[in-house]
């Protein structure tokens, strides 16, 4: 499967964006999605995760409340609505692939093996 995130930009604290990733293929709906980011000089950290059929959702706790993530299988897309954001937001954003018959959210970045190329979100203060 291929990935294309988009939707990135400059916002000002307190604001608001939607990410989005396309995916390529027949076989979205079989993968566990996830969306993760890399602010400069740390490492690649988990936002949030989403389940095949959407029925499991998992979010990193410095996003809990303020980030949703989710998906519609008809048109290979997942999204990460962003809300009252933070400048400690700022970072890259990538969407992530996992094939699996499990339903588990994985948090680490080994256990997903399809990548987007990111999509760059700064939030000023």
């Known amino acids: 499967v291929q990935l294309q995130a988009f939707g990135g930009g400059l916002v000002e604290a307190g604001g608001y964006l939607r990410l989005s990733c396309a995916a390529s293929?027949?076989?979205?709906?079989?993968?566990?999605m996830g969306w993760f980011r890399q602010a400069p000089g740390k490492e690649r950290e988990f936002v949030a995760g989403?389940?095949?059929?959407?029925?499991?959702?998992y979010y990193a706790d410095s996003v809990k409340g303020r980030f949703t993530i989710s998906r519609d299988n008809a048109v290979n897309t997942v999204y990460l609505q962003m809300n009252s954001l933070k400048p400690e937001d700022t970072a890259v954003y990538y969407c992530?692939?996992?094939?699996?018959?499990?339903?588990?959210?994985?948090?680490?970045?080994?256990?997903?093996?399809?990548w987007g190329q990111g999509t760059e979100v700064t939030v000023s203060s």
């Open positions: 992530a692939a996992r094939g699996t018959l499990s339903t588990v959210i994985r948090t680490d970045r080994y256990a997903y093996s399809y």
């Open positions: 293929g027949r076989t979205f709906s079989t993968y566990v």
């Open positions: 989403i389940s095949q059929s959407s029925g499991s959702t």
